[in-house]
């Protein structure tokens, strides 16, 4: 990789003072990269290592740190063990009166809470839990925003060995309705209601009535089961000594695309990975406040708590809209709160860019990111504006199949615009359409290995977990992203491998198209997809929020050409109000290319601008006409 293109350079103090760089001399290596080979090329001893420098606690020692099997795709981790997660997060922790969590409502209402009383209130609600007869391996909604309730209810599912199913706090009746029905579940956690911008959401009301359901609702009704009163009334529990392999939590993935998928996640590969992650990744230490703007049933919501918990710092909890009442909210916030690492997503950059926001973030010691991918334009903007160019962007990418990140940006590595880093004991790698390991060259991100975040399966669907991960190249597991990697170690994610184009028999990311179409004045961010094409075999359509006007799309289209090359000059360019999106800002592009070929786009409800839709699908229809 061309030197001249990075643009931050950790200095030697932050290099020397980073947990990446003590595990590097706890293993006594000589530089970082030595210990990137040294974790992918001896993942046993490794994991084995990163456990005792964590000080990860399991009850009972595993009798080996990977069990393999003849079929890779089930190997077990850490059998024999036996641990739990929130025993990890929460109750080996008990005894400091430490803030574990710190939170904000839209009304300015703050509030903490220390490791202690976490631990005496997850430790009480278990105790109810077990007397409505909740067992071990019984699956348990969660169906709230991001508050400290949310937290507590996670904990005690995970305390006494069920399965927490957390749900994004979007989402319509229907939504959850599957979700409860697919992983029969009988208890649901939510909410009266919240606040988002100034209005009152009622949560608990969009899904009473569903056939079999029991909810526990905080502020509820007489005829449920009150949360507070489970919490202030139930028997001090301790943490059940689940095995290494047992399920914690289950995640779905996004419904928008057809049937979600529920991903098994379990006790011992979940909180040793994820702790990986947030220690060595983003550098947070036990004096830090991890803010991310999620949403717990997204996998970042889990993956921050979990990961800050672990290590013994805290995390920030906002239920509210980012914008409300002004522009700069998240800025008070961080002031308000000590936040020290901000997660945040390339839409929020863009979106604050297109505002003129300016202002610095004082206290922030690193930026993370993760769930799209970043346009140049967008990340220097952060890196150079709202970063002063002195705070790194941990970029990270994963997905919710392997509750993680395969690769992942950290503050003591020199970065460039839009990079990505290997993996730490991940073992990741490019792979041609024909099987080959490739450098420089366009393929598909895998993994040559099982790791311990993997999903242990898709709930009730054995065939549908190996077609979907293992299938493609025997022996890898493929997630699904069009990649490049460099000689280097560096990644650069194209978009998902459903998403790229193949132009004039030439592949092109979404990615590459966007960070053209970004770059044109006027233009605040846009998305990119393919439609079916007689001659080009796909061609270009662009959709893109900003100023309404010829010249723009003109523009737009020049910049493209001038980027990619001829074959590349988008068959369509249009305006539009909004994009489509998740409520944590992912942007929905094979929705918009399934509106505007009139094909059905499933349930949004999980969507923050949905209505959208339907002006993309009379877009289409005029230009098939």
């Known amino acids: 990789m061309d030197h001249d293109d990075f643009v931050y350079f950790p200095d030697a103090d932050t290099i020397r003072n980073s947990n990446l760089d003590s595990l590097r001399r706890f293993l006594d290596l000589e530089t970082i990269r030595d210990l990137y080979d040294y974790a992918d090329s001896n993942m046993e001893d490794f994991y084995d290592r990163i456990i005792s420098h964590l000080g990860i606690w399991f009850f009972k020692k595993y009798d080996s740190v990977r069990e393999k099997t003849e079929r890779k795709e089930f190997t077990k981790w850490f059998p024999g063990g036996e641990i739990n997660v929130t025993f990890n997060c929460v109750e080996r922790y008990r005894q400091r009166k430490k803030y574990a969590l710190k939170w904000e409502n839209e009304d300015g209402i703050r509030g903490g809470m220390t490791f202690e009383e976490l631990d005496e209130k997850t430790g009480k609600l278990s105790g109810s839990l077990m007397d409505l007869g909740i067992k071990p391996g019984d699956r348990i909604g969660i169906y709230m925003p991001m508050i400290p309730e949310a937290v507590i209810a996670m904990y005690s599912i995970m305390r006494i060995g069920a399965v927490a199913v957390p749900m994004f706090s979007g989402y319509g009746r229907e939504s959850v309705e599957i979700r409860v029905k697919d992983a029969d579940i009988k208890y649901v956690f939510t909410v009266e209601s919240y606040t988002r911008k100034g209005r009152a959401i009622r949560m608990a009301e969009s899904i009473r009535g569903i056939d079999g359901l029991n909810l526990i609702v905080f502020g509820g009704m007489e005829n449920e089961y009150d949360f507070q009163s489970l919490m202030e009334g139930g028997h001090y529990t301790r943490s059940v000594h689940t095995k290494s392999e047992d399920p914690a939590i289950m995640l779905y993935t996004s419904g928008t695309t057809g049937k979600p998928k529920g991903t098994v996640h379990v006790h011992g590969g979940t909180v040793v990975n994820i702790a990986k992650e947030v220690y060595y990744y983003t550098d947070v230490r036990e004096e830090d406040t991890l803010y991310w703007i999620t949403d717990l049933g997204w996998m970042m919501g889990p993956w921050e708590i979990i990961g800050a918990n672990a290590v013994g710092a805290c995390v920030f909890l906002y239920p509210g809209a980012v914008d409300y009442p002004n522009t700069e909210r998240v800025w008070d916030m961080v002031e308000r709160n000590n936040i020290t690492v901000l997660g945040l997503s390339p839409t929020f950059v863009r979106t604050v860019k297109s505002k003129g926001v300016t202002r610095k973030f004082k206290g922030v010691k690193a930026f993370a990111s993760t769930g799209e991918p970043w346009d140049t334009e967008s990340w220097m903007y952060l890196f150079e504006t709202l970063g002063n160019r002195k705070i790194p962007i941990c970029n990270v990418s994963g997905g919710t199949d392997i509750i993680g990140c395969f690769v992942a940006s950290t503050p003591v590595i020199p970065l460039k615009p839009k990079c990505l880093y290997r993996g730490l004991g991940m073992n990741v790698t490019v792979l041609a359409e024909d099987g080959r390991e490739v450098v420089d060259e366009v393929g598909l991100l895998a993994t040559r290995e099982h790791l311990p975040s993997m999903t242990r399966g898709i709930w009730k669907d054995e065939k549908k977990y190996i077609d979907t991960y293992w299938s493609k190249f025997p022996g890898y597991w493929v997630q699904g992203d069009w990649a490049v990697r460099d000689s280097d170690g560096y990644f650069i994610l194209l978009g998902r491998s459903d998403d790229v184009m193949k132009v004039a028999g030439k592949r092109v990311g979404p990615g590459e198209i966007e960070d053209a179409a970004n770059s044109v004045r006027d233009v605040v961010e846009s998305a990119s997809f393919g439609i079916p094409d007689e001659i080009k075999g796909e061609a270009i359509v662009i959709f893109y929020t900003g100023k309404d006007d010829d010249s723009v799309r003109n523009n737009i289209s020049r910049r493209v050409e ?36 009139n094909i059905s786009v499933g349930d949004t409800t999980g969507l923050d601008s949905g209505e959208v839709l339907e002006k993309v699908r009379e877009i289409g229809e005029k230009c098939r006409n």
């Open 562 to 597: 001038e980027v990619l090359g001829k074959s590349f000059k988008p068959k369509y360019i249009f305006c539009i109000d909004a994009l489509p999106k998740t409520k944590n800002g992912k942007i929905m592009r094979r929705l918009l290319r399934s509106a505007f070929l």
